[in-house]
């Protein structure tokens, strides 16, 4: 996962960020292996790129709750802008009739305004779980 983003921020690098978008939304792309895909967002909580949900390209997602209630883009954009790292969070697996499934995610630092990752769904399938029983961190 991590030579994978690090491969989108080279060629965001190399391309430019009008065709590092383009690439990264194409779902025929480089930049879709299987379940493997990256997305992006600049640093305010905007969606540049999310090949699988156009629908939210260019909507602000900074405060967006996944179900534990946790404000799991402005984790990204933190954990991005101190260079790099993972997330774990809740999220819907389009692949899987969009079950909300746990994600790890790898994210980088492009260019300080904006940032790329890629993460692997956890399970296939819908996760039942008691939300009063996860660690704060999740």
């Keep these: 996962m991590k030579a994978f ?11 430019g960020k009008a065709s590092a978008i383009g ?3 194409n779902i025929s792309g480089q ?3 299987g379940d493997l895909y990256v997305f ?20 602000n997602r900074m405060n967006a709750m ?17 260079n790099s790292g993972m997330v774990y969070y809740f999220t819907n697996n389009p692949f899987h009739h969009n079950a909300t499934v746990l994600k790890m995610s790898y994210l980088m630092d492009v ?8 993460g692997t769904y956890m399970a296939a399938g819908v ?5 009063t029983e996860l660690p704060p961190e999740l």
Aim: aromatic share 12%; net charge negative; glycine share 8%.
């Design 127 to 131: 996760v039942t779980v008691d939300i």
């Design 5 to 15: 983003v690090d491969a989108a921020v080279d060629y965001a690098h190399k391309t």
């Design 23 to 25: 690439e990264f939304n």
């Design 111 to 118: 260019d300080g305004t904006r940032f790329v990752g890629a």
């Design 31 to 33: 930049f879709i292996r």
């Design 40 to 59: 992006a967002y600049d640093y305010n909580g905007t969606t540049l790129t999310y090949p699988y949900r156009h629908d939210l390209i260019g909507v």
């Design 66 to 82: 996944q179900v534990t209630g946790k404000p799991h883009i402005r984790e990204m954009a933190e954990t991005a802008r101190n």
